[in-house]
């Protein structure tokens, strides 16, 4: 008995975990936004008098999370920053949240390309840039998603065998 409630638990926490993250993905792609975005626009003055914008980096790249970058910086100097992007990025679809409620989408392999640096925007206080994942990689997702609820299906199984 005691072992069928651990495992219960242990099943209802990993539906918890993934429902978590289901429903932050959900409210961020109906474009809910938090309390804290009508905080107006932040400026910093790094060392040398070097005016700093701080932005988030989401999604494929090596190291994501909030950057304060020199207002020069480009796209590209951000994703480098951040240790570059990963070898499941989608760079032909990155696309920049603005405060605004504006979605930019740039394609990264177009500058790549060409080296045309009007494909790039200008990053602003508060963007959210997000590096997409390609379609194998949401396929793996879906797959491992499927292989531990398959894991946590056989161990109730498993369990109500020994109980008998």
Avoid: C
Wanted: aromatic share 8%; glycine share 8%; no cysteine.
């Amino acid at each position: 008995m005691k072992k069928s409630l651990f495992i219960a638990f242990m099943g209802m926490l990993f539906i918890h975990s993934y429902a978590q993250d289901t429903d932050n993905l959900l409210n961020f792609q109906q474009g809910r936004t938090a309390s804290f975005s009508d905080r107006p626009a932040q400026y910093i003055l790094g060392s040398g008098d070097i005016l700093l914008v701080t932005v988030n980096l989401w999604g494929h790249v090596q190291r994501p999370g909030i950057y304060s970058v020199p207002s020069s910086y480009t796209l590209i100097d951000l994703i480098s920053s951040a240790g570059g992007p990963l070898k499941t990025a989608r760079l032909n679809d990155v696309r920049i949240v603005r405060k605004n409620t504006d979605v930019v989408k740039i394609d990264v392999d177009r500058f790549l390309k060409t080296g045309d640096i009007t494909l790039l925007p200008i990053l602003q206080p508060g963007d959210t840039i997000i590096v997409a994942g390609s379609i194998s990689d949401i396929f793996t997702r879906v797959v491992g998603i499927m292989r531990d609820l398959a894991i946590i299906a056989n161990v109730f199984v498993l369990a109500s065998r020994i109980e008998k």
